[in-house]
């Protein structure tokens, strides 16, 4: 094989209760990425279509991960990539991490698999080392490895594909404004109490199980966040109205993705899941704040190759 | 139905990271109750053997648990109990929890079970709440459920039986020493570092996970407490050595039992569980404290009527 052409698809990470553990993949959104082998060695990004990115590699997400990945293989050919971005930069729903899992995903496939969907996580990293400052696999490991991902831990890194019912759906909502990793970064409390603690680890647990057995309403009992919603949802205009619209139309549970600004709601079936986006869509016209909303069913897959 | 008897198991909360949520239920150590109905209306507490513990209703758990259920359902009849403990008050595996678990289960099953299992647990935390002074449902959930139980939250109460393979059983040491739940539960710090409860959490997900697929290494990698153990596992005569003791010997993760003495291990399989018992019985006779040692499957179903 010379070329692929993939799907990398968007992620929703920081699922409330599993705040920095959690996440899953979309499978309605996403960029496009050519990976094509090359004689020269040496990785170029040869286009850059639908943002305004960086053709240098090293400073380019998809670029620096490539690196990390073929100054271990050290093949005896080059490397090209061209992207084409479909996922907004800053959206909460891993653009970046699209990328990065997209480029390492690629050459994967190039070289025959050497290695697992799983153990492409820690190259993938490496890409999000530069969009956000930390090695963080919150969106590379769903994109990658598809469905919800749980990071166990990182020392050594562990990533949990967790078993969830075919019904679930997810809204999401991309409010058009900036928001910084590093400022909703910065609002999070260094320490937190030990009863909001336990109390996230009861949901995350009751999350956990609810994907396990299909549990709708356990789902929806324990998608809470006790923690870091409080912090981070007044910096996302109308947070908390979207957030009651989305229940109220019957979405099992919604909360930030990400670090923001985009919002998730998550619903059994594809119908509830349309009329939690009908709904938000109504109310946030009133806003005059520019957005984008999708509705997805979750990607068991992860990223795909596509012709 | 006039007259019942039962085993009232012994019970492990607190399994490690599933701190204040998470617990199980033990087979092979128990008390016995008798639960009898009886023409003259009320609770008595007939008969105690095995513990000095007081036989009047209201300061008996088994009694104030009795009282609750009696008082919302009104029978035109009255109860008598007979207790034999061989859980030792104090040990940290769910003694009050077992007599007042044993004691709602008894009324139930005479009643012809108006209440399921899980809706007994609001009944059986009122005699916990006496033993220990906060209606906690850690011990009681396990003992009348069985197997591993997860109290997600109790705003409303919500308990989850989670599955789990057959294949696991619990080693536990009671090192004979008193430790005052209330002087244990003094010792937490009330904030936590936020990376430490993601720690926690993440763990947490792990150890679900793992009990749901069956994945004993994923059980193994995630059975860690961050928080509480490393503040309370001092106060536990030889609490390190005997937890490397019991991983050395090939459990998948030991920590402390409830809020100790008690020190657990789980191992897959009978074999391994009773190699962790056999070394631990070895190094803790050097400590000249006097100590008892079990070894259980775990205990699925809970409370059981016997002959």
Redesign the interface.
Known sequence: MEQIKLFCPATIANLS??????GLCLDTIGDEMIVSKTANKGIRITKITGADLPLETINNVAGVAAMAMLDEIQPDFGIEIDIHKKIKAGSGIGSSAASAAGAVFGINELMGKPFSRKELVRFAMKGEALASGSEHADNVAPALVGGFT????YDPL?I?K??SPSELFATVIHPQIELKTSEMRAV????????S??????????L??GL??SDYD?IH??LHDE?VEPLRGKFIPKFELIKGIALKSGALGAGISGSGPSIYALSKGLETAEKVAFEINKAYLDTGIPFEIHVSKINSEGIKIIN
């Open positions: 209760c599993g705040f920095d553990v959690l749980l990071v166990r831990g562990d949990i967790i078993d999070l409390e260094p320490l937190v109490s030990l009863k603690a336990i109390k996230q680890w009861g949901n995350l647990g009751g956990i199980a396990y057995t356990l009992r324990s923690i």
